[in-house]
């Protein structure tokens, strides 16, 4: 019976031509990091799939086409991925929650329905993405493109919202709804590992939601809609308690089988390290791919999981105890700091570095809020106000509780070097009832963006722009390989007021003006008089004087 | 020969400490530089411009399009020439107080002989006499010249300094009987900030007093010149800006509104800081219009014949309860109080307010530093001395007015202080 409804069901889904694919990347991060990300695809033919919603999830489908999107983006992350030690991660997001999205070119207002798409995004994810307004909104001008295809007579970039909230604490509540989007939810298939209890006990962990058009055929004249649901964690050898890790040690258990939806569900683990760390897999992988992919050699264990099987406990157990390593940092990578003393005057410093022997062209996207405001005659680039690196640059200046400040540089980054960008800032006093709870624990700064196109694939994991599942990834040597990478944020702690004493301040400050009424009022309003000093009258005699002078 | 010296010494104060090291950080004190007029927001202001960037999009700048347009030639042209051009520009403000106090001073000399007759005969020796005025004139440049507080505005390269250029010439003009003069550079200092805006009421009376005449045709005839020039004004600026007037947002609207908390010496920042939302708007009209509008029609009324006490006073008033406040405004109308010396024997609360502008000059810095730097004070202390300042600066202008009052009466009726041989004191009544 079972065998018959699975049969019946294929069936139905074939007919919609819609495809599930499930997959998880494992790559140690030598010597004390484990990265595994988890890639969950959803593959739609035609859009009326969202009137009959079989594999793609009705809500996701519901946003994109009442709002008129596009292509979107959402993750949620907490921690911080470490570029320099880690090297790059397939996708990359920014610290907190983080929302850019495409519109339609239909679209009349877009910053309206940027407002309503965040909001009710907001209630589907339990995130506080209903904070995004204009004040924390930009529309990057070179940083971000669009990864599906577009018309070419559109003007993408006046169609992209991006948003970016810092201070996002990202926990089980997100990851819930998050998981119930998925077709076989959590009962069955690779999202059962995503134990909430487990996965949020790692370094970093980032949930997304990528929904793009891809194109159907050749020529690209129908697209099709790809809804990508991604979890990126890392784990610390230290809190798993060895450099011999598992399934079960990693998620608490074993992996029950494939999702029966799922048109293909397979796992990689990278095993290039496998040189310097000699370790053995158990069980054995189906196969062993060598993808050679710009110059660099990448070994990927394959395993393809069947639908109906045992529990499976991937792992891997070192030959050696834990060994020190020497850790060759990336091609290009990147540092933020604040500056300056005191909470009046700052500034901000992105440091830039490329390793690699050419040059590397790059977009930097500062965002500073509102609170932080940024001087543009301040900006300079390895302590130069005219740099020559600089080949192109947008500025929009922020307005106090209205809009943020957002500056984008085109740079050439020269071979072997290191580049310091930095910006001044001047603290802003805000208003009592502005400041968040807790206001002495600091304002987070969102983390800058930083667009390469990286000449070369070292450390490089994503997937191209044209491919969708993960064995895209094999042998694909490009001329250059795009990749949009965020920056470490930073906090500010900014001055503070007494909260305790607004009526006092109220009363202190009325009564300033009042010392000044008073005696002004008098000057204008009395003459003066020359009034006999007497003797002292008794006080009888003052009330009677008072009620006279009432009579007068 | 001693006159020339006093600019050469002034001239070179300032100019030194426009070039030593600290001069970043006088061109960032609180008590200097607000967001109104920093030099910082001049420079930002002017390279947004210059990288065809409107600065009036952000919040950055908001000074008036013509003063952006003047520093953006200066700044590509002149940049070396910019301390020097400052330094000239207080030098000529001086130079315009003490040529003004001048005349201000043959206006009381003239006024005096016209009263001559209700003087009583014991108070003839309180009359002013030339050498007396003279003196003061010389004390007007000095203070000017030497006031810390003005020397401070000037070596932080503040656009104060031009207003009180603006201020001082149309000061200067109406005291000359130079009505369109006056009314141009009280239109352009209007243009600037808004609040001497008040002393076109002193100015139209001064005109009328200089220029004998038809008192009411000069009046009506100063108010149309002034406010077709501010008009003219608010047009050529929006012609600037490509015919936009959105920069009234970033210049009246900012000072109007005070959406920028930052601490300054004036009352606003905190009271506006710590108000409810709800009532935010209530108490921004009710300050404005305290700065602005409530005192100048009582003391027009009582003042009319002295329209020069009218000026300082609408002066100091507008600078105590003004938006964002500096020193460099404290510093012009204390230049002017020299010219009522006359005075000083009547004022009861020197010794309190002298103290007062001492201990919390000192005082506000360092509390400052505590606050922001060392973290170990907090907001109220600041607040507190600049409440403190703001009270002085309060008594020292009542107690003016009420000394030119006893003053006034002193000379009615004589120095004794006497009623049918009983001793009497001086009560409002």
Redesign the interface.
């Known amino acids: 019976m079972a065998v018959l409804l699975i049969i019946f069901m294929t069936a139905v889904f074939g007919a919609f031509g819609d495809d599930f694919i499930e997959e998880i990347f494992i790559k140690p991060l030598p010597p004390t990091h484990l990265y595994s990300y988890f890639q969950f695809i959803t593959l739609i033919n035609n859009n009326d799939s969202f009137v009959h919603s079989n594999l793609s999830p009705r809500s996701i489908g519901e946003v994109i086409s009442r709002f008129k999107v596009e292509e979107l983006h959402l993750t949620l992350t907490e921690g911080q991925w470490r570029h320099n030690q880690w090297g790059y991660p397939v996708v990359d997001a920014a610290p907190g929650a983080e929302l850019y999205a495409w519109f339609d070119p239909e679209v009349e207002d877009i910053d309206a329905e940027w407002r309503k798409l965040s909001a009710t995004l907001s209630g589907l994810f339990c995130a506080s993405l209903n904070f995004i307004d204009s004040f924390n909104t930009i529309t990057p001008q070179m940083a971000l493109w669009p990864t599906g295809p577009v018309k070419s007579n559109v003007n993408v970039t006046s169609l992209l919202r991006y948003a970016s909230l810092p201070r996002e604490i990202v926990c089980t509540e997100n990851l819930t709804p998050w998981k119930k989007l998925l077709p076989c939810e959590s009962s069955r298939g690779f999202s059962a590992l995503l134990n909430s209890r487990m996965i949020h006990n790692t370094n970093y962990h980032s949930i997304g939601v990528h929904v793009r058009k891809v194109c159907a055929s050749e020529d690209c004249t129908e697209t099709k809609l790809e809804i990508k649901q991604t979890v990126a964690l890392v784990y610390d050898y230290k809190i798993i308690g060895s450099n011999n890790w598992s399934f079960i040690k990693l998620f608490g258990h074993g992996l029950p089988g494939a999702c029966p939806l799922a048109t293909t569900s397979t796992i990689y683990i990278d095993i290039t390290s496998n040189v310097t760390f000699p370790f053995q897999l158990s069980p054995p992988p189906d196969k062993i791919v060598s993808s050679h992919r710009g110059g660099s050699v990448t070994n990927l264990a394959v395993y393809n999981i069947e639908t109906d099987v045992e529990m499976i406990n991937v792992g891997v157990k070192h030959n050696s105890k834990e060994k020190l390593g020497v850790n060759v940092p990336p091609p290009l990578h990147f540092n933020r700091y604040v500056l300056g003393?005191?909470?009046?005057?700052g500034g901000i410093v992105t440091e830039l570095i490329n390793n690699y022997w050419t040059a590397i062209d790059v977009v930097v996207l500062e965002n500073a809020p509102?609170w932080l405001?940024i001087?543009?005659?301040s900006l300079r680039i390895n302590s130069e106000a005219e740099s020559k690196l600089v080949k192109s640059?947008y500025?929009?200046?922020?307005?106090?509780?209205q809009?943020p400040?957002h500056l984008e540089l085109l740079l050439t980054l020269p071979p072997r070097s290191t580049t310091t960008i930095t910006i001044d800032f001047?603290f802003?006093?805000?208003?009592?009832?502005e400041y968040p709870p807790d206001a002495n624990h600091g304002f987070y700064i969102g983390s800058a963006i930083v667009t390469a196109n990286l000449p070369t694939a070292k450390n490089y994991t994503s997937i191209p722009v044209s491919g969708i599942s993960y064995n895209s990834t094999f042998n694909a040597s490009q001329p250059w390989y795009p990749a949009v990478f965020r920056t470490n944020g930073a906090m500010v702690s900014l001055?503070?007021?007494?909260f305790s004493?607004?009526y006092n301040?109220?009363c202190?400050?009325c009564t300033?003006?009042a010392?000044?009424?008073g005696?002004?009022?008098?000057?204008?309003?009395?003459?003066?008089?020359?009034?006999?000093?007497?003797t002292p009258l008794s006080l009888t005699q003052k009330v009677l004087n008072f009620f006279k002078r009432k009579k007068e | 020969m001693a006159a020339i010296m006093k600019y050469m010494i002034a001239g070179l104060v300032r100019y030194w400490l426009i070039h030593i090291d600290y001069w970043q950080t006088i061109a960032?004190r609180?008590e200097i530089a607000t967001p109104l007029n920093s030099w910082?927001r001049l420079?930002?202001g002017v390279?947004?411009y210059d990288?065809n960037?409107n600065?009036y999009?952000?919040?950055?700048f908001h000074e008036s399009p013509i003063m952006l347009l003047i520093f953006h030639c200066l700044m590509k042209r002149v940049p070396y020439l910019l301390p020097l051009l400052f330094t000239v520009l207080d030098l000529l403000t001086a130079y315009l107080l003490y040529k003004t106090s001048k005349s201000f001073i043959k206006i009381f000399i003239e006024s005096q002989k016209k009263q001559n007759d209700d003087i009583a005969e014991e108070s003839k020796t309180m009359l002013l006499n030339e050498t007396q005025l003279t003196e003061a004139a010389d004390y007007v440049l000095s203070v000017y010249l030497f006031n810390p507080y003005s020397v401070l505005n000037c070596a932080g390269m503040t656009t104060t300094v031009i207003q009180n250029l603006l201020v001082a010439t149309s000061l200067w003009s109406a005291s000359n009987g130079y009505g369109i003069l006056a009314c141009i550079f009280i239109a352009l200092a209007t243009h600037q900030a808004l609040y001497p805006v008040l002393l076109i009421v002193p100015i139209a009376i001064l005109l009328a007093d200089v220029n004998k005449g038809c008192n009411k045709c000069s009046y009506i005839r100063t108010l149309l010149v002034f406010v077709l020039c501010w008009g003219f004004l608010i047009y050529i600026s929006a012609y600037i800006m490509d015919g936009s007037y959105n920069y009234l947002h970033n210049t009246y609207g900012f000072i109007l509104t005070v959406?920028?908390?930052?601490?300054n010496i004036g009352?606003f920042?905190?009271?506006?800081?710590?108000?409810?939302?709800h009532f935010r708007l209530l108490f921004v009209c009710a300050?404005q219009i305290?700065a602005l509008a409530?005192?100048v029609i009582?003391?027009t009324?009582?003042f009319k014949r002295e329209p020069v006490l009218l000026a300082t006073v609408l002066i100091a008033?507008s600078t105590?309860?003004r938006s964002y406040p500096c020193i460099g405004d404290v510093g012009f109308y204390l230049a002017l109080l020299p010219m009522w010396k006359h005075l000083f024997t009547f004022m009861q609360q020197k010794f309190i307010v002298g103290c007062a502008f001492i201990i919390t000059s000192a005082l506000g810095p360092t509390v400052w530093h505590l606050?922001?730097?060392s973290g170990s004070a907090?907001?109220?202390f600041f607040?507190g001395v600049t409440?403190s300042f703001?009270?002085a600066q309060?008594?020292l202008?009542?107690d003016l007015?009420?000394a030119y009052?006893?003053r006034e009466?002193t000379l009615k009726?004589g120095l004794s202080?006497?009623?049918?041989g009983?001793?009497?004191?001086?009560?409002?009544?």
């Not at chain 2, 999009?57 to 950055?60: H, M």
């Not at chain 2, 920042?269 to 939302?277: D, P, S, V």
Request: net charge positive.
């Open positions: 003393y005191g909470k009046e005057f509102w405001p001087q543009l005659s640059q500025y929009s200046p922020g307005r106090s509780r809009k400040y001047e802003v006093f805000l208003k009592w009832q001055p503070t007021p007494d004493m607004p301040v109220i202190l400050a300033v003006v010392l000044a009424f005696p002004l009022h008098n000057i204008c309003t009395k003459e003066l008089l020359l009034k006999p000093i007497g | 960032n609180v910082k420079v930002e390279f947004l990288h960037i600065p999009e952000g919040d950055s959406p920028d908390l930052k601490p009352l920042w905190y009271f506006f800081t710590e108000m409810f939302e300050f305290n409530l005192y009582p003391l009324l009582r008033l105590i309860f606050w922001i730097y907090n907001a109220n607040f409440l703001a009270t309060i008594f202008i009542t007015l009420f009052i006893k009466f009726h202080r006497q009623v049918d009983k001793p009497a004191k001086l009560v409002l009544r």
